[in-house]
């Protein structure tokens, strides 16, 4: 059974930085995509990043890119979620989301999903 299992949230400042982890099991990253997805108060899921398993090619939402990083670590079979100067808009409830395909998908619309974890930002 596929479990995806984040860590690393919690409160930062703005303009500070957090690291997110997601440990995956029986779900082998060098195989599949896996990316991060976010979810704000009264909002919808926003798709923050992604990373394809065939090439390591990296994707990032318009909103972060030059302040995020995704990077994986496929013998730890571990992906994580450098957030750097983060700011209000960060806010939310991020999710490790794994695809079946090797290939990140057009939108958040992965196959398996995380609890998710809770980012707050403050001043």
């Known amino acids: 059974q596929v479990r995806l299992e984040e860590s690393g949230g919690g409160l930062v400042q703005a303009g500070g930085s957090l690291r997110l982890s997601c440990k995956a099991s029986?779900?082998?990253?060098?195989?599949?995509?896996i990316g991060w997805v976010r979810q704000a108060p009264g909002k919808g899921r926003e798709g923050v990043s992604c990373?394809?398993?065939?090439?390591?090619?990296?994707y990032y939402a318009d909103s972060v890119k030059g302040r995020f990083t995704i990077s994986k670590d496929n013998g730890k079979n571990t992906v994580y979620l450098q957030m750097n100067n983060v700011n209000y808009e960060d806010a939310g409830v991020y999710y490790c989301?794994?695809?079946?395909?090797?290939?990140?998908?057009?939108?958040?619309?992965?196959?398996?999903w995380g609890q998710g974890i809770q980012v707050t930002v403050s001043s």
């Open positions: 029986a779900f082998a990253l060098e195989d599949h995509a």
């Open positions: 989301a794994g695809d079946k395909s090797w290939d990140c998908p057009l939108h958040p619309e992965y196959d398996y």
């Open positions: 990373i394809s398993s065939i090439d390591d090619s990296t």
